[in-house]
């Protein structure tokens, strides 16, 4: 096993701002302009947008409520370490779904959720690919 899976210490507090705080200004501020646009599916963008800043909201609760304080920078953990490790997890999990898509959805939206599923671990490899990139170039390893 790698440098980039040895144990990091757990987050500790500093006056920084609560990074998801943060990730939901950015999710708001995108918000605007994706309500104008018409999706392909019964929800609107604006309903999905609602669901997606309650899921970083309850995240941000879990996390504090594991470590005892908000995800900060400079809390002394490694972030692109940790977002490599998630990257691979994220990752396996898309290609876990892919694997059992067929089972899990509304037969007429099967190709759909397919190309999606397909599409987002795409992304998960890419941004796997870059993130190790990056830790090379960090760190020469």
């Not at 708001?28 to 646009?37: G, I, K, V, Y």
């Not at 899990?104 to 397919?114: G, K, Q």
């Amino acid at each position: 096993m790698g440098d980039h899976f040895q144990p990091q210490p757990p987050p500790a507090a500093n006056d920084k701002p609560a990074v998801w705080d943060l990730v939901v200004q950015d999710l708001e501020r995108d918000e605007a302009p994706l309500s104008t646009l018409k999706a392909p599916f019964p929800w609107s963008t604006r309903d999905l947008m609602a669901l997606v800043r309650a899921d970083a909201r309850a995240r941000d609760a879990q996390g504090r409520k594991r470590y005892g304080v908000p995800l900060q920078a400079g809390n002394g953990r490694d972030a692109p370490v940790d977002a490599y490790q998630e990257a691979l997890d994220l990752a396996v999990y898309l290609r876990q779904a892919l694997e059992e898509h067929a089972s899990r959805f509304v037969p007429d939206a099967e190709l759909y959720v397919r190309e999606h599923l397909s599409g987002l671990y795409n992304i998960a490899l890419h941004s796997v690919w870059r993130l190790r990139w990056l830790l090379f170039s960090r760190d020469g390893r």
